[in-house]
């Protein structure tokens, strides 16, 4: 089996930045903070917080350094450490035999927090829905002189929540055929970490854990609850994770699985897809790509798990690419956003336009790279009336409008299909992935990040030839008609669909006239994509599940990942590449394509 080392693995030996899945070039690798030095000149002058600008410069370790002791946090021990690799059924513990019964159960859990700690008594004086200590006020409430807020994820640094506008859920799905058992959770958070959901695991049962074959974790990537990665804290160089609020999730989960899995009962399967999409192929009303070139992933996928009375629904799952940031920035109420009313219409229907199925709705995230999400669109109601974006309003048409396309997806005249006795099996991998990002590389020496790193040498500063792996996983599942891989984090369509011929624009052009820096439409890819590789399995719906396993960031197609020139990973580049300064460097995706190629070539 594979392992990560702290000391011993050289940095030639890690997978290549290269592949031959999607033809990507191979890409130079942007300077270490210290390779020159005027990427230290570029950091002093830079906008970044004093402390972080001192950890990234502290980070380097160039000729003639005294090595000195950084602190990487929560590292491995030195030595091998295995990364896991499975297949079910087909590894020794898990033949496959068993009563060929394919059986579904499903569980809501709550994981709303219990006390929004002094969130409640801030007082916002300039309205900027952010806490700046030098013109804001709260009741300290302990006495210990802080602000102990719980922050919200995304946007900005410094938003502590306010409220609780709706519930805060994980949902789960278990699956189970002969002795092949997966437990899906979908929740409403940013993201979790890989650490995070290992942990989870080993907070299970131990009965229960003997029963798992696969935990796969999806983040919705909801931008209105609380930071669970810590990038959002009250400042940058604080971390707004509550490693206290992250372990009562896990233990309340672990409840969750449990008591799906003692709820298992036989079940059919309806599969579907279809284009969410306005006339013409248009989504001015429903998405837009704020990355050039615009290629919006226009499928939502559906299972429907079905009783054995034949009527009874046990759950359905919504796969679709979208942020759900409808409320944007100023909002601090903590809500699903519009994966709350979306999953409120497929289980209960809207009156007046149609019966839900009810249920347990899942939703579960996909291709939302580049900014896909519905930060200026206009969302319709139901009545085709138009709302104003970034309100609860247009959250409850938006969800609304997705579910209508979900109930849509089932009809067998849309070309869904029923599966009696489908099949369930999966590999899975966990991969080295390297961290460039040196913005990253700071926040994990500043404790911001809460997960392990691997092979390089705590002992000596970050460098060149010193740069940290975090280990993460890829999964490719079949759950009969309907295929899905995961990724790690936020993934372009592009790299699922193409699109680069426009034909995935949603009516907007594939190039704004007027970007500065526009990608050399020429260089992308000629594919095959991942759905072309997925659909090469035989399945008649291909799904990309995204925030899985891990959440590392933007995942961008290499032919146009570009930094800045003077102070990347600080500052974007020129035209859209806000994206690379929130990725961990341009080798994560071709490792990537890479681990996922791999499980999709083997044959079951």
Do not use: K
Request: overall charge negative; some cysteine; proline content about 9%.
């Amino acid at each position: 089996m594979p392992a990560a080392r702290r000391y011993d693995v050289a940095m030639s030996s890690l997978p290549s930045a290269n592949t031959a899945i999607v033809g990507a070039p191979t890409l130079p690798l942007p300077p270490a903070p210290c390779s020159n030095a005027g990427v230290q000149e570029t950091l002093r002058n830079s906008t970044l917080a004093p402390a972080l600008i001192a950890l990234s410069l502290s980070a380097c370790s160039c000729a003639g350094d005294t090595p000195a002791a950084a602190d990487g946090g929560d590292t491995a021990d030195a030595g091998a450490v295995p990364l896991a690799r499975r297949e079910c059924p087909g590894d020794p513990s898990c033949p496959g035999d068993g009563d060929r019964v394919f059986r579904a159960a499903a569980a809501v859990v709550d994981i709303t927090p219990l006390d929004l700690l002094e969130g409640p008594s801030f007082v916002d004086a300039d309205g900027n829905a952010m806490y700046e200590r030098r013109f804001d006020s709260f009741t300290d409430a302990d006495g210990d002189g802080r602000f102990d807020a719980l922050w919200i994820a995304g946007f900005d640094y410094g938003r502590p929540a306010m409220g609780v506008h709706d519930p805060l859920e994980a949902r789960v799905l278990a699956l189970s055929r002969n002795d092949t058992t997966v437990v899906l959770v979908t929740a409403d958070v940013m993201g979790f970490f890989h650490d995070d959901i290992l942990e989870l695991r080993e907070r299970l049962d131990p009965a229960v854990s003997a029963e798992v074959d696969l935990l796969l974790w999806s983040s919705t990537h909801n931008h209105e609850a609380p930071d669970f990665l810590g990038m959002w804290g009250p400042d940058e160089t604080h971390s707004g994770r509550d490693p206290d609020y992250v372990s009562w999730i896990q233990d309340r989960v672990a409840a969750g699985i449990a008591d799906a899995l003692a709820r298992l009962e036989p079940a059919t399967l309806v599969h579907g897809s279809i284009r969410a999409e306005g006339p013409a192929g248009s989504q001015e009303h429903l998405l837009e790509d704020t990355r050039d070139p615009v290629v919006i992933n226009p499928f939502l996928n559906v299972l429907r798990l079905v009783a054995a009375d034949g009527a009874t629904t046990i759950a359905t799952v919504v796969n679709y690419g979208s942020h759900p940031e409808e409320l944007w920035g100023s909002n601090m109420q903590l809500t699903a956003d519009f994966p709350h009313y979306l999953r409120q219409a497929v289980e209960d229907g809207v009156p007046g336009h149609f019966d839900g199925l009810g249920g347990v709705c899942l939703y579960v995230q996909s291709t939302c790279g580049g900014l896909i999400g519905p930060r200026h669109v206009r969302p319709l109601t139901l009545d085709g009336a138009e709302t104003e974006p970034n309100t609860f309003e247009g959250a409850e048409a938006l969800g609304q409008v997705l579910a209508r396309f979900a109930l849509d997806a089932l009809d067998p005249a849309n070309g869904a299909v029923a599966e009696a006795d489908p099949e369930l099996r999966f590999r899975s991998r966990e991969l080295l992935l390297r961290v460039d990002n040196y913005a990253f590389q700071a926040a994990f020496l500043l404790g911001v990040f809460g997960r392990a790193l691997y092979d390089y040498d705590p002992d000596y500063p970050f460098d060149d030839n010193n740069v940290p792996d975090i280990v993460s996983e890829v999964v490719y599942l079949r759950v009969g008609e309907s295929s899905m891989i995961t990724v790690p984090g936020e993934s372009t369509p592009e790299l699922f669909l193409g699109g680069y011929d426009g034909a995935f624009a949603g009516g907007y052009p594939l190039v704004q006239p007027d970007n500065p820096n526009p990608p050399d439409i020429s260089a992308a890819p000629a594919g095959p994509y991942l759905r072309d590789l997925v659909a090469a399995d035989g399945s008649r719906f291909q799904w990309l599940i995204g925030l899985a396993q891990d959440e590392v960031g933007y995942l961008l197609p290499p032919y146009d990942y570009q930094l800045h020139p003077t102070q990347p990973y600080i500052d974007d580049a020129p035209g859209d590449h806000y994206e690379e300064t929130n990725s961990l460097g341009p080798r994560a995706v071709p490792d990537i394509l890479e681990a996922l190629g791999e499980l999709l070539a083997e044959t079951w």
